[in-house]
């Protein structure tokens, strides 16, 4: 089967432009889960929120959607049980289950898999798909995140809302902006725009 056949199928995601094999899709799943786990240790501390700004939900985002959904799924599994069995990844270089943003990294495993099914029906290929694939991503990440947060801390509902969420909705903005520059651009260089 030629490269030409197997990126112009339906339901081809980006990493389906590299030729299938065994070997490719551990080397994705591992990558991307290693990717999640660099990208968390771009933190950012917010001022009254124990949940730093990080490049983490950017990156499992971009897995998803680039890997599709179940690829993307087992990275963000493989990054949530390498960080719970101790690997310092999480944000800020923590590991462990439990702790006030873990819901987020739950959430992240979620959403990775659902952009990942929406990037199969071409979700990723236009600036406003793309825009649209990463607000439903992120709006999955703060369902899982904020209630998360807030059992953890005893916070309130509102006041989890207003440390865990209110304060990230500009950078989540400028980390769409980025995926609907970068995911329909790729699409146009390997010429399947």
Avoid: H
Wanted: net charge positive; aromatic share 6%.
């Amino acid at each position: 089967m030629s490269t030409a056949s197997v990126s112009f199928r339906p339901g081809a995601v980006l990493a389906d432009l590299l030729p299938a094999s065994r070997v490719r899709d551990i080397a994705l799943v591992v990558g991307g889960a290693a990717l999640t786990g660099l990208a968390a240790q771009l933190s950012v501390p917010v001022p009254g929120s124990p949940v730093p700004v990080t490049g983490q939900t950017f990156a499992a985002l971009l897995v998803g959607t680039a890997l599709g959904a179940g690829r993307g799924f087992l990275s963000l599994a493989l990054y949530a049980l390498a960080g719970m069995a101790g690997m310092p990844w999480f944000a800020n270089g923590t590991s462990g289950a439990g702790g006030a943003s873990f819901g987020y990294v739950l959430g992240m495993l979620l959403a990775a898999t659902v952009v990942g099914a929406l990037a199969r029906r071409g979700a990723d290929r236009s600036v406003l798909r793309t825009a649209g694939t990463m607000a439903l991503g992120s709006a999955i990440i703060y369902a899982v995140g904020v209630p998360y947060l807030a059992l953890a801390t005893g916070m309130s509902f509102g006041a989890a809302v207003a440390a865990g969420l209110t304060p990230f909705l500009i950078g989540d903005a400028l980390k769409a902006a980025l995926a609907m520059g970068l995911l329909p651009a790729a699409w146009k260089l390997a010429g399947r725009g």
